[in-house]
């Protein structure tokens, strides 16, 4: 089976910057779309960014585009997410998430419960 965990969280001040990580492993990495979520404290969990299986392809939700950047390494079965010019709002348990290669995937990619697999989650928090 797929197992996903996250690091890299931790305490930044706002405009700064920070790269998370998640190491996949159990599976050939590319076999997944990877794909970034997050869920700020009181709030439900809110897509990120997903990248597809062989790192082809991006894409982002709205408050985070020109600011954050989802890439892979499928040689090391990790995937990234750089953040920067990062504001108080983004302030979140960040999950990491691996998404099945099925028929029209691409048309859920932002919908949690059509995702597989779950890391444990990794803090960050955007001082002010």
């Known amino acids: 089976q797929v197992q996903l965990v996250e690091s890299g969280g931790g305490l930044v001040q706002a405009g700064g910057s920070l790269r998370i990580s998640c190491e996949v492993s159990?599976?050939?990495?590319?076999?997944?779309?990877m794909g970034w979520f997050r869920q700020p404290p009181g709030s439900e969990r809110d897509f990120v960014a997903v990248?597809?299986?062989?790192?082809?392809?991006?894409y982002y939700a709205d408050s985070v585009k020109g600011r954050f950047t989802i890439s892979r390494d499928n040689s090391k079965n990790t995937v990234y997410l750089q953040m920067s010019r990062l504001k108080p709002e983004d302030t979140a348990v960040y999950y990491c998430?691996?998404?099945?290669?099925?028929?029209?995937?691409?048309?859920?990619?932002?919908?949690?419960?059509?995702?597989?697999?779950w890391g444990q989650g990794t803090q960050v928090i955007v001082a002010s």
């Open positions: 159990g599976r050939t990495s590319s076999s997944y779309a």
């Open positions: 990248i597809s299986g062989r790192g082809a392809a991006t």
């Open positions: 998430a691996a998404k099945s290669l099925t028929d029209r995937y691409y048309e859920t990619l932002s919908v949690p419960t059509t995702y597989d697999y």
